[in-house]
């Protein structure tokens, strides 16, 4: 089998080559209302046939159920484009049967017990890239990447990643063992890393796997007014989506959409577009993390590769949505206390 060709983006001096977009799996368990197990499984197929490499996904999305469908997508996929496939996994968070969320454990002695229960759900021998998916409170970082390091060592991971952490612990971090990525929430309205967290990330040779590139689908164009959200999904707790927020949030949609008509695109497309335009700007590489729950979707991100945005554009779209411009914090309080990168 022929692989398509597609930008390719290295995680770090340290990390592997991979595809310049990669699929972010959390929405295909649950995560933002039901999902469809068929449509999610040719979704996966469909952004490997594209020349998709990343998977990326976490060992708490439905209790396991991500990993194990991702396993049956491997499975099911044509060998060459199993092979090709990198998955990046988070770990850590502790949920009950209901779905709360009831704090986060990254002692070492956890950190291979998490692994090995990834390991043998997703049906591979090791992990691409593997992360704490928030900084435990209780345990030094220094700890916790020692033990991803013990496990590289053995083979069951390839590269270590960190996950929304602040600058201090990016660098405690990388002074244990060498960090390919940190994965952190980057887009239009969420631009907080800028700040301190990027040029850290510049001067070690870290790069970034941007998620929430479209805000949850709030920037994608795709969520109306006084559009209401079922209560498995979280975005119906998220204070970006709740009332007055909400409104506001869509008049910015509304700007970006001139913007982006005028440009021969959807808003999607722009919004993805602009992050990826923000890793030369930032001197480092900037992977954005698609939620495509769909082909549909997938494939409306896709067309994002195909975007060139010159000086112009991106004043236009700065303009359209300033930075800090949007309403509400990305999380309810009890997670924003979570947030080391927040701090």
Not at 5 to 20: F, H, K, M, N
Not at 157 to 164: A, D, Q, T, Y
Not at 274 to 287: F, K, M, S
Not at 291 to 298: D, V, W
Request: charged content about 20%; some cysteine.
């Amino acid at each position: 089998m022929t692989l398509p060709e597609i930008p390719t983006r290295s995680l770090g001096t340290t990390g592997p080559q991979v595809s310049a977009l990669g699929l972010g799996c959390m929405g295909m368990s649950g995560m933002y209302g039901d999902a469809d197990r068929a449509e999610s499984i040719a979704t996966i197929h469909a952004a490997l046939e594209a020349g998709v490499t990343l998977l990326d996904t976490g060992d708490f999305y439905g209790m396991g159920h991500n990993e194990l469908l991702i396993s049956e997508a491997l499975r099911t996929a044509p060998s060459a484009l199993r092979e090709n496939a990198l998955t990046s996994v988070k770990f850590g968070a502790h949920r009950g049967p209901d779905g709360a969320w009831l704090g986060y454990d990254a002692r070492p002695n956890a950190v291979k017990t998490w692994a090995a229960y990834s390991l043998q759900r997703l049906g591979v021998d090791h992990i691409d890239v593997y992360r704490p998916a928030r900084l435990d409170p209780d345990v030094p970082i220094e700890e916790t990447v020692g033990a991803i390091a013990e496990l590289a060592e053995k083979g069951y991971v390839r590269h270590i990643g960190l996950s929304e952490v602040g600058a201090g612990t990016i660098r405690r971090a990388a002074a244990t063992a060498p960090i390919a990525d940190l994965q952190i929430e980057y887009s239009l309205i969420s631009r907080g890393p800028e700040r301190e967290i990027l040029p850290t990330l510049s001067e070690l040779g870290i790069a970034v796997t941007a998620y929430g590139v479209l805000s949850r689908g709030l920037i994608s164009g795709h969520v109306a007014p006084g559009q209401g959200f079922a209560a498995n999904d979280f975005r119906a707790h998220t204070p970006r989506f709740q009332g007055d927020n909400l409104q506001h949030n869509l008049t910015l949609v509304e700007s970006l959409r001139k913007v982006a008509e005028q440009k021969g695109v959807s808003v999607a497309q722009i919004v993805i577009a602009w992050v990826l335009a923000q890793g030369p700007l930032h001197h480092t590489d900037i992977v954005p993390l698609v939620g495509a729950r769909t082909r549909e979707r997938l494939g409306e991100a896709l067309g994002a590769l195909d975007v060139t945005l010159d000086a112009a554009d991106l004043a236009a779209i700065e303009a359209a949505v300033p930075a800090d411009a949007a309403a509400g914090e990305r999380y309810a309080p009890a997670q924003m206390t979570m947030l080391d990168s927040e701090r």
